[in-house]
């Protein structure tokens, strides 16, 4: 089913009004959500941030969901409202619509370090003679 007031993505982006589902921008490096007071919370990850979450035992992982959604959002505030209380995060959570939407974004977000860090650099190539060798 359509979603009612969807506009094309450079109106929605000057207006502030919805995008149309198949117009998602999949080069975005942070995502702005709000509470039920209207307050914006920027939500990214960074190195620091997943090291950290990793370290605590996070896994991107279908086997245990609740406890996954739940970190990943928690996880997600740490680089920009750091000091926001867990309680805080899940209230903000059971407000949000469009969960599964939100979820691959978040799953998303939380890969781009990893994909930072495995780049190939500037003008490398996959089949060109790597850099390092085995002795």
Known sequence: MPRKNV????????????????????DFTKLIIKDKEGNSYTLEFNSRVVKNME???????????????????LGAFQMHHKNISPDRVKEIWKFQT????LLGILTKLYMKPLEELM?????GEENETPTWETV
């Open 7 to 26: 506009v094309p993505l450079d109106t929605a982006r000057k207006e502030g009004k919805p995008m149309a589902a198949n117009e998602k921008k999949d």
């Open 55 to 73: 370290r605590r035992g996070f896994k991107i992982d279908t086997d245990f969901p609740h406890s996954m959604i739940d970190d990943l959002f």
């Open 98 to 101: 469009h969960k599964d939407d």
């Open 119 to 123: 780049a190939e650099p500037e003008g």
